[in-house]
């Protein structure tokens, strides 16, 4: 899967507006944790407001009630 397809998959779970764990977008994208992070910050860097939750039960979310900028991904 392309970063492109990839970003557009994570944004996509994202706005199913319920908290996802970076474990379970790792899964689901099929990809490390910490690819989920790099992901969310270049999400964050176009715009999309990506909320971090943290403790035990965090994870991520975007931000309820914002516009959302299109996506131009180079």
Do not use: C, F
Not at 14 to 38: F, H, K, N, P, Y
Not at 50 to 58: E, F, R, W
């Amino acid at each position: 899967m392309t970063t492109s397809a990839r970003l557009l998959k994570l944004l996509s779970l994202l706005q199913t507006r319920r908290d996802w764990s970076g474990e379970e977008l790792a899964d689901r994208l099929e990809v490390s944790g910490r690819t989920i992070r790099r992901d969310v910050e270049r999400l964050r860097e176009l715009g999309y407001p990506v909320d971090a939750l943290s403790g035990p039960a965090g994870g991520y979310r975007l931000e309820a009630g914002t516009a959302m900028p299109p996506l131009l991904l180079d």
